[in-house]
Each structure stands twice: as structure tokens, then as C-alpha cells.
């Protein structure tokens, strides 16, 4: 995303990559465990069915009508795409981590075509990944969810990390690792350790609609500023 101020159009190679759509070839996949049963076991603090998890799946209630959607096991697939490819499957991809796959693949592509690390000026390549961060934020830190998509996306940043070296030698590459904030347990887990803890539920869209009335109030402006 950029603006016309530094390009008129997109590369033809990130118009080519989006002309590919990845997402679409999901559309059958399942998110499925790569660990047998007792290793989730072993190293989670709750089991695959605890009930206060959120549905990555999207099979029961929106999430803008019911933020306590229940249903959370593997294997996880987005309910949508069994009914063609729509705004909503799209919109379910973002709770599966195959989207720090791709995320990462167009990084590689963008730091191949650019010739990143070709000359003798530092580039420097930000890639933030999302879905990690949605699907911690509805399982919690000790869910198996948690548990494999830490694997999942360890595996995508070697495949990323192999790719980037097949054009720039090792050693002229540093990595580095990042997260923009920490997690904590659910509040139903907390609550079963003892601690004082309590969900807030929201609506997700009453919460926008009001937050935008309030801002263009406010700044009296156009609302055409705002993407919410």
C-alpha cells in the first residue's frame, strides 16, 4: 500500500502476485495439528476444546454480533469458503496462519525484484505478520493453537530466510525478531488460577460507529479520512 506521490501503479510483479491470489488456493485447506496429541498435551496448559476460545474457524456466531464464539478445535477451516470465495472468506483468512505465509512470500518476491542487498548500501525490509498476533489473541498463550502456529511460522521464516540467502550471502543479512507487544492468558483462565480477571464484551461495530461519530465530531471533518 503507498500512495501516488511515490508511483502512479504497482510493480508488475506485485500486480502479478496479486493477480495470483493466493488466498484462494485455500479455499479446501485445513489448519491441521503436525504433532500427535500428546505433545499438545505436554506442552499447552489447556485442552483443544476449552470453551472460551474463539472459533478461528468462523463457523457459529459473528464476531460483531457475539464475541464469545465457541467451537475452538482443530482442525480449523474457514467456513465461508464452502460456499465460494466471498467478502467473508477473505475476511477468515486473516484468522488462519496461512497468511504469514504468503506475507512472507511477497516479501521474498519484493526483496528478489528490488535486488535488496545487491550493491553496497543497506536495505533495510519490515514484514509484519498478522495472524500469529489475530490467533494468539483468541486462544490465549496455553492453547494448542498457540502451540502450532509457533511451529507453523518458524517453518514460513525458514522458508523465507532460505529464500532471501539464495541471492544475498549469509553473513551480509541480519535478522531481526520483534513483536509490538506482549500477551496475557484469557480471563476465564486467569480466573481459574485465582486471579481477578473479567472479559469486556464489545461489539465490535457499535464500538467503531461510535468512536468515528465521535472523532468527526470533534475534528469536524470529512469522514472520508476514516477507513473504520
Given at each position: 500500500i503507498t500512495s501516488t506521490y511515490y508511483t502512479e501503479a504497482y510493480p508488475e510483479y506485485i500486480q502479478a502476485f496479486n493477480d495470483s491470489d493466493y488466498p484462494a488456493q485455500y479455499i479446501n485447506e485445513k489448519w491441521i495439528k503436525s504433532q500427535p496429541d500428546s505433545f499438545y498435551?505436554?506442552?499447552?496448559?489447556t485442552p483443544d476444546d476449552y470453551l472460551f476460545e474463539r472459533d478461528l474457524s468462523r463457523r457459529t456466531a459473528d464476531t460483531e454480533?457475539?464475541?464469545h464464539r465457541h467451537h475452538p478445535i482443530f482442525p480449523h477451516e474457514i467456513a465461508a469458503g464452502k460456499t465460494g470465495l466471498s467478502k467473508s472468506?477473505?475476511?477468515g483468512f486473516?484468522?488462519?496462519p496461512w497468511l504469514d505465509e504468503i506475507t512472507l512470500k511477497l516479501a521474498a518476491t519484493i526483496a528478489k525484484e528490488e535486488k535488496l542487498g545487491q550493491d553496497d548500501t543497506p536495505d533495510l525490509l519490515i514484514v509484519s505478520l498478522s495472524a500469529h498476533d489475530v490467533i494468539f489473541h483468541c486462544t490465549g498463550p496455553?492453547?494448542?493453537e498457540e502451540?502450532?502456529?509457533?511451529?507453523?511460522l518458524d517453518n514460513y521464516l525458514a522458508q523465507f530466510m532460505t529464500a532471501l540467502e539464495t541471492n544475498v550471502p549469509k553473513q551480509d543479512i541480519l535478522y531481526v525478531l520483534v513483536a509490538d507487544h506482549g500477551g496475557m492468558s484469557l480471563p476465564e483462565y486467569l480466573q481459574e488460577k485465582g486471579?481477578?480477571?473479567h472479559r469486556r464484551g464489545v461489539q465490535a461495530k457499535i464500538f467503531r460507529d461510535s468512536l468515528k461519530t465521535a472523532i468527526l465530531n470533534k475534528?469536524?471533518?470529512s469522514d472520508s479520512l476514516f477507513l473504520a
Amino acid at each position: 500500500i503507498t500512495s501516488t506521490y511515490y508511483t502512479e501503479a504497482y510493480p508488475e510483479y506485485i500486480q502479478a502476485f496479486n493477480d495470483s491470489d493466493y488466498p484462494a488456493q485455500y479455499i479446501n485447506e485445513k489448519w491441521i495439528k503436525s504433532q500427535p496429541d500428546s505433545f499438545y498435551e505436554a506442552v499447552t496448559q489447556t485442552p483443544d476444546d476449552y470453551l472460551f476460545e474463539r472459533d478461528l474457524s468462523r463457523r457459529t456466531a459473528d464476531t460483531e454480533t457475539d464475541p464469545h464464539r465457541h467451537h475452538p478445535i482443530f482442525p480449523h477451516e474457514i467456513a465461508a469458503g464452502k460456499t465460494g470465495l466471498s467478502k467473508s472468506y477473505y475476511e477468515g483468512f486473516g484468522f488462519m496462519p496461512w497468511l504469514d505465509e504468503i506475507t512472507l512470500k511477497l516479501a521474498a518476491t519484493i526483496a528478489k525484484e528490488e535486488k535488496l542487498g545487491q550493491d553496497d548500501t543497506p536495505d533495510l525490509l519490515i514484514v509484519s505478520l498478522s495472524a500469529h498476533d489475530v490467533i494468539f489473541h483468541c486462544t490465549g498463550p496455553e492453547s494448542h493453537e498457540e502451540a502450532e502456529v509457533e511451529m507453523t511460522l518458524d517453518n514460513y521464516l525458514a522458508q523465507f530466510m532460505t529464500a532471501l540467502e539464495t541471492n544475498v550471502p549469509k553473513q551480509d543479512i541480519l535478522y531481526v525478531l520483534v513483536a509490538d507487544h506482549g500477551g496475557m492468558s484469557l480471563p476465564e483462565y486467569l480466573q481459574e488460577k485465582g486471579i481477578d480477571a473479567h472479559r469486556r464484551g464489545v461489539q465490535a461495530k457499535i464500538f467503531r460507529d461510535s468512536l468515528k461519530t465521535a472523532i468527526l465530531n470533534k475534528c469536524q471533518t470529512s469522514d472520508s479520512l476514516f477507513l473504520a
